[in-house]
């Protein structure tokens, strides 16, 4: 398929194959995750415990819907290890986190998985603004997060290596939440100052991975392109078409490739549809299926999915070898958009914190 029809309506035939692709890797990763051979402790258990025979009710995407919403306090509350599929016991794996800001943070485990999805965009990304063989700097967090690895593996794939400015999101949205603005503020004044010095004092970096609230400070002190930014990978938190057009033409002045990302340690990474003023601006982002999926659904309902253009809660399902995640209602919602040719399934548009037009959301430093 030419890239002239990458971004048409997908086919009535591409929406099926797609469908009935992904009905058969949920039928692989139900056999996996519920059968005595290869199950973790914890799902064989919950399914003893529900009186619940996945293997024979589970038979494509659209039986997920006789589980209930995942609730990621699990994550928070189970030992790591009872996630374990039989395969890799005694295998020692990574621990990642995500969200929370004081006490226990969520976790999940993984071996191979946040490698994947970076390895396939890497191999479509515009290699015109993402040069190969160019150093990546990533100014975001790193610590337990498995976004740090991902992106250095990126480089990596690429024939590059990685620079990295950590970010402590839990201790500035502790310190906004605490009304302590001055305090957060030099926390991103501080991360700036690093960013620009590297940038400043170590060549061939051409890509950037950043969140919006940095890249913005950072074009305050500089120009980003002059320091030789080609390529900004963007992500962490909601942006809508106005803060993607300022950043685009105005903070990397047109000249380099602004590219929005939406993805989280549960999901892995969605790609987004390209941006520009042709589009309204509009971020649209599509799940890295079959490994994931993304729903729009009603708020007061999550079987029922929203019509395409209106808005709607964001429901995640993960299922891969090492980790599996039946219907988690994210925390973010979205405009439910048609499937495209290049991906033949919903997408999910301008992501915003759930409850963001009724109510003040804290998103910290990203």
């Given at each position: 398929m030419s890239a002239a029809t990458d971004y048409k309506p997908a086919t009535p035939t591409a929406i099926a194959d797609a469908k009935k692709k992904l009905d058969a890797h949920v039928r692989e990763m139900i056999k996996w995750h519920f059968s005595s051979e290869t199950?973790?402790?914890?799902?064989l258990e919950?399914?003893?415990?529900n009186k619940f025979d996945a293997i024979k009710h589970v038979k494509g995407v659209d039986d997920l819907s006789l589980f209930p919403n995942f609730v990621d306090d699990v994550l928070r509350d189970e030992q790591n290890d009872r996630f374990v599929p039989k395969p890799y016991k005694g295998k020692p794996y990574f621990v990642f986190e995500t969200g929370g800001t004081t006490g226990m943070p969520k976790q999940r485990i993984s071996w191979t998985d946040h490698l994947h999805d970076y390895t396939e965009f890497g191999e479509k990304i515009d290699q015109k603004f993402f040069p190969k063989n160019s150093h990546w700097l990533m100014a975001g967090p790193t610590g337990p997060r498995r976004l740090r690895m991902a992106v250095e593996h990126l480089a990596n794939v690429r024939g590059g290596s990685c620079y990295h400015i950590d970010l402590d999101p839990r201790w500035v949205k502790r310190c906004i939440k605490k009304g302590d603005y001055n305090q957060a503020e030099e926390y991103k004044e501080h991360v700036v100052d690093h960013d620009i010095v590297i940038l400043r004092n170590r060549t061939n970096i051409q890509c950037l991975f950043t969140t919006p609230k940095i890249l913005e400070a950072m074009a305050e002190r500089t120009s980003i392109v002059s320091l030789g930014i080609k390529g900004v990978f963007c992500g962490g938190t909601s942006m809508t078409p106005q803060v993607v057009r300022f950043l685009a033409e105005e903070v990397l002045e047109g000249k380099a490739?602004?590219?929005?990302?939406?993805?989280?340690?549960?999901?892995?990474?969605a790609t987004s549809?390209?941006?520009?003023?042709?589009?309204?601006?509009?971020?649209?982002?599509?799940?890295?299926q079959p490994r994931a999926i993304l729903r729009v659904v009603d708020p007061n309902d999550s079987s029922k999915d929203v019509d395409y253009g209106a808005w709607g809660r964001v429901e995640l399902s993960t299922f891969t070898k090492e980790f599996f995640m039946p219907r988690l209602l994210e925390r973010d919602e979205a405009m439910r958009r048609e499937p495209i040719n290049r991906w033949p399934w919903d997408g999910v548009a301008d992501v915003r914190p759930f409850g963001a037009s009724s109510g003040k959301i804290i998103e910290g430093v990203y």
């Open positions: 199950g973790s402790p914890y799902w919950w399914a003893k415990k490739l602004f590219c929005p990302t939406y993805g989280n340690t549960l999901m892995g990474l549809r390209p941006v520009s003023e042709k589009t309204g601006w509009s971020v649209v982002y599509h799940a890295p």
